[in-house]
């Protein structure tokens, strides 16, 4: 497979290739790009079956030469030095990403995966949901790209009923009756979701709170959704939740 590095750090471009080398027998031939316009002129020649690419260039970001791509038909793999808002777009997206310094383990798996996949039919929507998230478009209709074993899901975040951990998996509860099971654990999606508004209700819970229908106080508490739903409250968050329900009656 063909993989192109789009980086304007010769030096991490140099220590990538050394790494992909020495890790990746998948990859068979290595390209490199020093920013956005060479990046574009290397895809548009020659196009790579992987592309890894840095965030932050010279001549512009990584999102530049995305917004440039009409069909992107390679595997994407974004690289980043840390950069908090990027990574929360990318993992609300399900897009790919290493952090610097690239781990040689987790390049592995991040070329393992995308070998395997060979061709991105859904990266272009993927993109699409990326940028928005970027832009911090309050979209009524906002989507999360969720992937289980077998499929690519694009859901309105306002469908989602509640998670569940399931384990170092997420079950998500959709509206209407559907369940998806995804291979990362509950503390990540909170990262995502709780500045939209769901609430963590219980270590195994996370709720969209604009489909809470009532709050049962017998027993230890609990918390009535549509669908006929019932999800514990811990005593550590009841006050909390309490406060939010009497705040919307």
């Known amino acids: 497979m063909k993989l192109l590095i ?22 068979t031939r290595i390209d490199e790009a020093t920013g956005v316009e060479d990046g574009l002129k290397k895809i548009k020649n020659d196009p790579p079956d992987i592309l890894l ?27 980043t030095a840390h950069n908090q808002y990027a990574v929360q777009a990318f993992k609300f997206s399900a897009i790919d990403y290493l952090l610097k310094p690239i781990d040689p383990d987790e390049l592995r798996t991040a070329i393992s995966k995308a070998a395997s996949r060979k061709r991105n039919n859904d990266l272009k929507a993927q993109i699409r949901i990326m940028m928005e998230q970027l832009s911090n478009k309050m979209d009524p209709d906002k989507k999360i790209v969720l992937k289980d074993h077998s499929a690519t899901y694009f859901i309105k975040v306002t469908d989602i009923l509640f998670c569940e951990a399931d384990g170092t998996y997420t079950k998500f509860y959709l509206s209407p009756e559907k369940v998806i099971v995804v291979s990362k654990n509950l503390k990540e999606y909170e990262n995502i979701l709780e500045p939209l508004g769901f609430l963590r209700t219980h270590h195994s819970f996370l709720v969209n709170p604009h ?16 669908g006929h ?10 006050d909390h939740i309490l406060q939010l329900l009497e705040s919307r009656s």
């Open 229 to 238: 739903h019932s999800i514990p409250v811990s005593q550590r968050k009841k």
């Open 211 to 226: 489909k809470i229908i009532a709050y049962d106080k017998r027993d230890s508490g609990s918390l009535l959704l549509e």
């Open 53 to 79: 690419l840095d965030v932050e260039m010279d001549d512009g970001t990584g999102f530049d030469l995305l917004k440039q791509i009409q069909n992107p038909e390679f595997q994407l793999i974004f690289v």
């Open 6 to 27: 789009t980086d304007n750090e010769y030096h991490i471009r140099s220590a990538t290739r050394e790494l992909l080398l020495a890790f990746c027998p998948e990859i």
